[in-house]
C-alpha cells in the first residue's frame, strides 16, 4: 500500500477556475509532518506548505489554502482563481516519526494544467 | 533569499564512468539528502546527512552510491559505476533541522548512455 495516495493524475481547468489536489496518507505514527511541493516545468522543487499532526487548523496563504483532516488521512490542497503560472506538478509527501523525519515519502503528483 | 544550488545542470555520462553530483546546502541548515526523480515518476528518497554521516538511506542507496561533505560547504553524491537505469534528475536538498521542510536544489538531470 502506498504512503501517500494523489489519486488524480492530471487534471485540467481554465483560467480562473478554482481546483483542488487531494492527498491521502497512511502511517502508523502519531506524530508526523505533512508537505505540499510544486515542481513547474523548470524541474525544480518548490517548498509550499508543511503541517505537523498536532496541527488541524487549515491554512490559507493568498490562493493557496489546504485543508488537513486526521480523521480521514488527508491533506488537501486547494487553490483559487487558478492562474496559468499554476500549471505545474504538484507533491504531497510525508515524514514521519519512526524514521527521525529525516526523509520525505512522496506521492506520484498531481499535474495540473491551467489554459487561458 | 538562500538557497540550494547543485551543479552540473545536466551531465551525460557512458555507462560503467564514475560520476560525482554536487550540491552547496543552504549555510545554516545541518541536514541534507538526496532524492531522485526518473522521468515522469516520483521523487525517491536516496539518503540523509547529519553531523557528518549516513543518518538513513533507502534500498536504492547501494554499494555503488556514496555521499561526502569534504569541506563546509559541499554535499557531494558520487555514482561509482553507472548504469543506465540511474539515469534521473537528481535533487539535493538541505534542512535546518529534522521536519522543518527540505528546500530542493534545482536538480542535475543525468544521463547515462
Known amino acids: 500500500a502506498q504512503k501517500v495516495t494523489q489519486a488524480q493524475t492530471e487534471i485540467s481547468v481554465v483560467e480562473k477556475e478554482d481546483v483542488t489536489l487531494d492527498c491521502v496518507y497512511e502511517?502508523?505514527?502519531?506524530?508526523?509532518?505533512l508537505f505540499w511541493y510544486k515542481q513547474p516545468p523548470s524541474g525544480e522543487l518548490v517548498f509550499l506548505i508543511r503541517?505537523?499532526?498536532?496541527?488541524?487548523q487549515n491554512e490559507i496563504s493568498g490562493r493557496y489554502s489546504w485543508n488537513f483532516q486526521k480523521s480521514t488521512s488527508s491533506f488537501n490542497f486547494t487553490i483559487t482563481a487558478s492562474q496559468v503560472v499554476d500549471s505545474a506538478v504538484y507533491f504531497c509527501a510525508l515524514s514521519e516519526a519512526y524514521q527521525g523525519y529525516s526523509t520525505l515519502t512522496f506521492g506520484k503528483g498531481t499535474m495540473l494544467l491551467v489554459s487561458p | 533569499e538562500p538557497e540550494v544550488t547543485q551543479t552540473p545542470s545536466h551531465q551525460v555520462t557512458q555507462m560503467g564512468q564514475e560520476v560525482i553530483l554536487r550540491c552547496v546546502p543552504i549555510s545554516n541548515h545541518l541536514y541534507f539528502y538526496w532524492y531522485r526523480q526518473i522521468l515522469g515518476q516520483k521523487v525517491e528518497f536516496l539518503v540523509s546527512?547529519?553531523?557528518?554521516?549516513?543518518?538513513?538511506k533507502s534500498e536504492i542507496f547501494d554499494d555503488q552510491f556514496s555521499v561526502e561533505r569534504p569541506d563546509g560547504s559541499n554535499f557531494t553524491l558520487k555514482i561509482r559505476s553507472t548504469k543506465l537505469e540511474d539515469s534521473a534528475m537528481y535533487f539535493c536538498?538541505?534542512?535546518?533541522?529534522?521536519?522543518?521542510?527540505?528546500?530542493f536544489g534545482q536538480g542535475t538531470r543525468l544521463t547515462v548512455v
Open positions: 503541517r505537523n499532526s498536532f496541527d488541524e
Open positions: 502511517t502508523r505514527d502519531t506524530t508526523y509532518y
Open positions: 536538498a538541505s534542512s535546518e533541522r529534522e521536519g522543518l521542510g527540505a528546500f
Open positions: 546527512f547529519y553531523n557528518n554521516e549516513i543518518s538513513e
